[in-house]
T-cell receptor, first 113, second 109 residues
């Protein structure tokens, strides 16, 4: 099992560019989520999905889109990058929400100039 | 508005027991409390989870009083490798996941 994988590990974007952060899991987990972690801060939930075809907004969804066409994949799209989106992005998966252990990917470090 | 609050930092020494407390208002009957550990440049890693009273596993204990408005992570006999950031997370039954800002724990020799 690879667990949760994320690509790329590092990315530099110019303001206004768009890109997609990839996330995949091979544990057949229903629940997947995206977080951002700013330097010295905790995690903030961007979007989550409770199953293929179902997504919802978290605490900080503005500027990001997600889709869940398969159980395994949960890409995060930045529509028009802004310097405020400079952060480390973590993808996580679990068997469910709340009472279930989340497994995190290694993170993508994004810098927007 | 749900909020999870924990101390910003703590210091301790090798071999000591460390207790980190988290406050969580608006917690409801079906909501779970989970603690994660994070090392630099890594994603958080699950430590322990509880619902009420006391839970113990091979690395930690979690104490939750009857009112459930707080919880305490207890790390017995810490070592230098326990230096990390520890996060408290409340998983609400409406899919909300509210993370604390993290407690930076530094263990000294």
């Amino acid at each position: 099992n690879a667990g949760v994988t994320q690509t790329p590990k590092f990315q530099v974007l110019k303001t206004g560019q768009s890109m997609t952060l990839q996330c995949a899991q091979d544990m057949n987990h229903e629940y997947m989520s995206w977080y951002r972690q700013d330097p010295g801060m905790g995690l903030r939930l961007i979007h989550y999905s409770v199953g293929a075809g179902i997504t919802d907004q978290g605490e900080v969804p503005n500027g990001y889109n997600v889709s869940r066409s398969t159980t395994e994949d949960f890409p995060l799209r930045l529509l028009s990058a802004a310097p405020s989106q400079t952060s480390v992005y973590f993808c996580a998966s679990s068997s469910g929400t709340g009472r279930y252990e989340q497994y995190f990917g290694p993170g993508t470090r994004l810098t927007v100039t | 508005l749900a909020k999870t609050t924990q101390p910003i930092s703590m210091d301790s020494y090798e071999g000591q027991e460390v207790n980190i407390t988290c406050s969580h208002n608006n917690i409801a009957t079906n909501d779970y409390i989970t603690w994660y550990q994070q090392f630099p440049s890594q994603g958080p890693r699950f430590i322990i989870q509880g619902y009420k009273t006391k839970v113990t596993n091979e690395v930690a204990s979690l104490f939750i009083p009857a009112d459930r408005k707080s919880s305490t992570l207890s790390l017995p006999r810490v070592s230098l490798s326990d230096t990390a950031v520890y996060y408290c997370l409340v998983g609400y039954s409406n899919y909300q996941l509210i993370w604390g800002a993290g407690t930076k724990l530094i263990i000294k020799p």
